[in-house]
């Protein structure tokens, strides 16, 4: 489906993510590298280069392919970091930076996400996943006290999408603390109330988040049976 995509909308970085993703769930980590090669080759709109390596190497992660995934990750850091010097780039956006962040992640740069997140909520964007995503560090780091007092910060709304996202949150960070089980009950709450995809909450409707599976923020969960 992604290839029939492409043959028409040959600058559209979602079918590439797609692509990537769909090639590491059939443990092919080579051509996945070959997908990342077309799309630094070629111009892409609505989802840049990084965000594709990181889809990518958590689809990789999952799989078990963690050698190949941490290569990925490391490459998706520099590239993010090439993006955050050049001022001009199409692609020095806060978006770029939470998934930069991602990526400090997953190759174990936590502090340096964290600083980043940190200059995220400084600027107010998207307090639900910043504050989210500093929610996973401090669990990462054990910190309960820490991790309380993120989660009462978290936005409060009506809207039911947002709710699903916090509730999506809470458990990505129950599962960090080795919560396996509230975690799993805080996904299907989010799930019933119509949880779509992340990173465009914004706007109205979307597809139901694909890769929830994949997610390296919900990793202690993997192959867990309740999960």
């Known amino acids: 489906t992604a290839d029939l995509g492409l043959e028409h909308r040959p600058a559209v970085g979602h079918l590439f993510r797609y692509k990537a993703a769909g090639l590491a769930g059939q443990g092919r980590p080579r051509a996945v590298q070959k997908v990342i090669e077309d799309c630094l080759r070629n111009p892409v709109q609505y989802f840049s280069p990084g965000q594709i390596m990181v889809t990518a190497a958590s689809e990789l992660r999952y799989h078990g392919y963690r050698k190949e995934s941490a290569e990925l990750a490391g490459r998706a850091v520099e590239w993010f970091e090439h993006q955050a010097e050049d001022s001009v780039s199409p692609f020095a956006t806060p978006a770029n930076r939470l998934f930069h962040a991602r990526a400090l992640r997953?190759?174990?740069?936590?502090?340096?996400?964290?600083?980043?997140?940190?200059?995220?909520a400084g600027r107010s964007w998207r307090p639900l996943d910043v504050q989210g995503?500093?929610?996973?560090?401090?669990?990462?780091?054990?910190?309960r006290l820490a991790v309380e007092r993120i989660c009462a910060q978290l936005p409060v709304s009506d809207d039911p999408m947002r709710e699903a996202l916090d509730l999506y949150w809470r458990a990505a960070i129950a599962?960090?603390?080795?919560?396996?089980?509230?975690?799993?009950?805080?996904?299907?709450?989010?799930?019933?109330?119509?949880?779509?995809?992340?990173?465009?909450y914004e706007e109205p409707g979307g597809d139901y988040y694909w890769q929830v599976y994949a997610d390296f923020d919900l990793e202690p969960l993997w192959h867990y049976p309740p999960f």
């Open 133 to 143: 995503a500093l929610g996973i560090i401090a669990a990462h780091d054990g910190d």
């Open 175 to 200: 599962a960090q603390l080795g919560d396996k089980d509230q975690a799993v009950d805080l996904l299907g709450e989010a799930f019933n109330k119509g949880l779509r995809t992340r990173e465009w």
């Open 106 to 120: 997953m190759v174990g740069r936590w502090d340096e996400a964290k600083g980043l997140l940190d200059e995220l």
